[in-house]
């Protein structure tokens, strides 16, 4: 019988916030996690939904191992609102863990912006 592991990943969403002329603006929000151990790890999958939505393949992305795992959450492009992150492990046989615990997410920052214009 395979034998699964189940890994507890905790995350944590820092925000740091850089003063301007023109007020508070977001430059990072950032998912951390407390690194895996195990000898074969191959990676992290970071997965969001919408609130009381469902996970699936296509709102995942690949992280690679590191010391200090984390995912720049910006880069997801995603449409400001509130969304749940949470991540799982992979190994090197493609096994995935469970989920870790989850976290809401709120961002305020546009997907895309497109025909910007300034008038005086």
Do not use: C, H
């Not at 790890?41 to 984390?70: E, F, H, I, M, Q």
């Not at 799982?88 to 912006?113: C, D, H, K, Q």
């Amino acid at each position: 019988m395979k034998k699964t592991t189940i890994i507890l990943i905790t995350i944590a969403i820092l925000t740091s916030i850089s003063l301007f002329a023109l007020g508070p603006k977001i430059d990072k929000a950032r998912a951390v996690w407390d690194a895996n151990t195990e000898i074969d790890l191959a990676g992290y999958y970071l997965y969001w939904k919408s609130v009381g939505g469902a996970y699936n393949d296509s709102n995942r992305r690949t992280n690679s191992v590191s010391a200090t795992p984390n995912y720049n959450l910006n880069s997801l492009s995603l449409v400001p609102g509130v969304y749940t992150i949470a991540v799982s492990a992979f190994n090197t046989s493609a096994n995935e863990s469970g989920l870790s615990n989850e976290i809401n997410w709120t961002n305020r920052i546009p997907a895309n912006v497109s025909n910007v214009r300034i008038t005086q």
